[in-house]
């Protein structure tokens, strides 16, 4: 079947540009991630949606990033006024409704590159 | 909170030789371990977990990995490397009872030299 399917696969921006970035998780999937991976810095957690509950956004790293997920499917993860510090590989996963011990299933990433 | 230390940046073995990639975590609960295995320019791909029950698991391609409690340890293993291995390996944790962040470790590099 289908896996987690992100888009653009590469994105070049000019610093202070908006950026959106789309994640559509595999169906029937209720929990969905957003990390970020720098080189050597492993990956960074930024935000988890679980259902209908609040999302856990503990992780993003500053008020110029915020996400939303649309009927419990597609999400969406925006950068406003980017930095280049901002550059980095953007993955998103999802998961089956569980008790925490599926594995999460990666889309391809979206490399996102500031100028 | 949880997390995962992977001490080595990189690990060279020679093609048919065993490979190990080590990983020590860090929970307040009862761990739920995996490993996950990227190649060049595409996202993490499960290889193996452990939830409970025996300390030895094994997964895909030929890899397993042994939990150890007392050490709080869960290192990777294969008894003989392949080229084809040569990728960039992440060990995660999650805290049993806590949130359901998944932490990763910052990854390894395996080069299998042939």
């Known amino acids: 079947g289908a896996g987690v399917s992100q888009s653009p696969s590469n994105k070049v921006t000019e610093k202070g540009k908006d950026v959106e970035l789309r994640c559509d998780p595999i169906?029937?999937?209720?929990?969905l991630y957003w990390y970020r991976q720098s080189l050597g810095q492993g990956l960074e957690f930024l935000i988890y949606f679980q259902g209908n509950s609040a999302p856990d956004k503990s992780g993003l790293p500053s008020d110029r990033f915020s996400a939303e997920r649309t009927g419990g499917s597609v999400s969406t993860l925006t950068i406003q006024r980017t930095q280049q510090e901002d550059s980095a590989v953007y993955l998103c996963?999802?998961?089956?409704?569980?008790?925490?011990?599926?594995?999460?299933?990666f889309g391809n990433g979206t490399r996102l590159t500031v100028t | 909170a949880q997390s995962v230390a992977q001490p080595e940046d990189q690990v060279n073995v020679a093609e048919g030789n065993p490979l190990t990639v080590k990983c020590t975590y860090s929970v307040s609960g009862n761990p739920y371990l995996f490993w996950y295995v990227q190649y060049p320019n595409r996202g993490l791909q499960f290889l193996l977990k452990?939830?409970?029950?025996?300390?030895l698991v094994k997964g895909s391609y030929g890899f397993e990995a042994e939990f150890n409690k007392s050490q709080t340890s869960f290192h990777l293993k294969k008894p003989s490397a392949l080229v084809s291995d040569s990728a960039l390996y992440f060990c995660?944790?999650?805290?049993?009872?806590?949130?359901?962040?998944?932490?990763f470790g910052k990854g390894n590099q395996v080069v299998v030299i042939p």
């Open positions: 995660a944790v999650r805290d049993e009872g806590g949130n359901n962040r998944l932490a």
């Open positions: 996963a999802s998961s089956p409704p569980d008790r925490g011990n599926s594995p999460l299933h």
């Open positions: 452990y939830i409970t029950g025996d300390n």
């Open positions: 169906s029937g999937h209720t929990a």
